[in-house]
């Protein structure tokens, strides 16, 4: 991994999510250390954890929160660091996978999950590419909430075997999921402190104080 672990954007979080964080080292923050990631999570997320792991997923969003804050319009038109998407397109994709991911494992949890048209994750789904901050604020919003209703439902359930089917990690447990949303969201939101170094524009804040498909 190309960032020291003490670099100035994940200082805090090594605090605040720190099996979030450990988890997304372990993948060598992509989907290159897959084995040892899935190996973490199993580790990490056991019965009884997921207002832990909750607590963690709110501390990554306000994480995002700042780096939002700290983008311009301008920025967000920008190469975004995966395919061909912009910032804007790759913020709203990561909410939209923070967001769905917990909830469709809090749906197999409560004996919801649909048979005859299950969830198809599909990765390389960009967000709209002229979303503004405001609106991404919004979506980044909507998955905070969705987050706490999934966690409500996982709750007793973190080590259950979860149906729902990721191309790239497979197949999780139902809490593993809610993590995992997080360490998705550290992947892009080291994107976006690279692209801030890189365009010589106002860092995102390293404090924690500070969507959809």
Known sequence: MADSPTAAWLGSLLEAAPDTVAVWRAMDGDFAGLIAGRRELHARVGEGSVQRILAEQEAVADALAAALQATSEEM????GGEEHWNVAQ????????RRFLPTWAALDCIGEWPEERPPI??????????AGVDQLVVLLDKSRAAQRRAAERIAGH?????????PLVGHLRCGEWLCFAGVHDLMHLEQLHRLAAGSGGRAPSAGVDAGTR
């Open 158 to 166: 973190e080590r259950q075997r979860c149906r729902l089917d990721h």
């Open 76 to 79: 967000l038109l920008a190469p």
């Open 121 to 130: 994750v599909t990765p390389s789904i960009p967000g709209p590419p002229d």
């Open 90 to 97: 790759a913020f709203a994709h990561t909410t939209a996978a």
